[in-house]
């Protein structure tokens, strides 16, 4: 190898080779044969380019992933049906979703959804990178240690990590026309007290996941951002540093009370959450962009609510639509909310053979603009498929229109996949005496980047089931409590 010194973090392509190589020759065949040079890199870099100790961080990296059975973890990627392991926004091999207790979600991953703060992957940096965001100052500490062992803990964060490793990096190389392998993260410390950061049973926790990251995942994080973080957590910083490489703590960055500016700089506005300073809100999901149980943000519902669903209906790829009116009243007759259209996020409208259609057609409504908005949740199920593409028009009561494409565009159109698990989405009707309009479809060939159908499985149609309610409905049926809506 050449005696120059390597930048690790911009390395030649011959020094990249080369330490390559080198590591490669120190290591079995039968381990050879599982590396990717990606692997090898990580290591020698995690390593400081010692190809000894690589290689024997390396050997036990692939002696835990085949006791661990960790190639076998139910991973969410485009060609299979496994649940998103975590909510999701912006990405184009999965739709987005949100954790829902679908009969593939284990208890484990429903138990520590109620517990955590909330956690996104939520689109991209300015790089490429891609961005994870968590709440972590809204964690329930206290109930973590209570719901789950430190082995239930681990099977939920290992998911999470081949998830990153599996589907979310390989898309973000192939937008990036680059290798992209690093992630940016941003812990929202926003209502973090001095107990949380005291709580010795997690912090322990948090030590050995930690820990195995840094033995099994190295040289995944590009840059962790840590905002609103009290004088208080100068304390505890001080003994999770101690845990950390070198490498790792150089890449932290603990930002001022005004961290939008340094946030702006890595991250684009419109990829940014609206409660970080950015102008994202993602108000066609639930939650918005980081959906949080503890916040009440957005309705956790138990697996029963997504059985037994009050409609079913067919679809197949021969006749893909279905449409279903719903019939509103105001809360309050003599307040009457305007209606505002919205634009799609998939730039127009398409059906399965990719003929374009007319955008709905915008009424004309009137009322006060300050009455309340009333919102409305649809659950829907499919029992298999590429997933569906759903929109939601409105049109006032009074207008006779045979017609299910007229109306105005409160929900537009937006993909799902209700055959990994079930989909909850939130509308916004106005407080008006009037229908809305809901519209499905099965996914366009150039929509979906989930497998085409064979001719055989083509011809088996689709069992779509869903049930529509307001809010207070579906909150009094479910025991839950109100939802403070962002």
Known sequence: MSNAPVDVDHPTSEQKSETIELLRSKLSEEVNNYCTDLDVWRFSVARQLDAEKAAAMLNDWYKWRKSANIDDLPVAQADNNFPMPYPIRGYFSVPDANLTAGTQVSEVQ????????????????????????ERAGRYLMK????????????????LMQEFINRTIFPECS????????????????????????????????????????QLYYPECMYRTYIVNAPSMFVTAWKMI??????????????????????????????NLPSFLGGNCRCSHMPGGCVPSVPLN?????????????????????????HSFVYDVSPTDPDAVT??????????????????????????????????????VYMRFTADHGRGIVIEVLWRPHGVESPDRDEGVLVYPEALFDPQRAPVLIEIEAPNRS??????????????????????EEAQVPIQLEYSIDLEEELLEEFSLPPIKHE
């Open 174 to 213: 192939q937008l990036a026309g680059r290798e992209i392998s690093q992630q940016v993260v941003v812990f929202d410390l926003a209502g973090i007290s001095i107990g949380m950061l005291s709580h010795i049973p997690v912090l322990n926790m948090l030590r050995e996941m930690l820990s195995k990251d």
């Open 110 to 133: 429903l138990k520590l959804n109620k517990t955590f703060g909330g956690g996104c992957f939520h689109k991209r940096d300015k790089d490429g990178h891609p961005v994870y965001i």
């Open 241 to 270: 540093r101690s845990w950390l490489d070198p490498r790792v703590i150089s890449k932290i960055h603990i930002l001022s009370k005004d961290h939008t500016g340094e946030l702006l700089k890595q991250i684009p506005a419109a």
């Open 143 to 158: 109930d973590i240690s209570k719901l789950t062992t430190m082995g239930g803990l681990f099977e939920f964060h290992f």
């Open 338 to 375: 305007p209606v505002s259209p919205m634009s799609s996020p998939l730039m127009g409208y398409a059906s399965w053979l990719g003929i374009k259609r007319e955008s709905p057609k915008s009424l004309s409504p009137s009322g006060s603009p300050n009455a309340k908005t009333r919102y």
């Open 297 to 321: 943000n957005y309705p956790d519902l138990p697996r029963r609510a997504y059985v037994n669903l009050r409609h079913q209906v067919q679809v197949s790829y021969a006749h893909p639509h």
């Open 434 to 455: 009037g229908q809305l309009i809901f519209n499905w479809r099965i996914a366009n060939f150039d929509e979906s980047q989930a497998p085409f159908p064979g001719p």
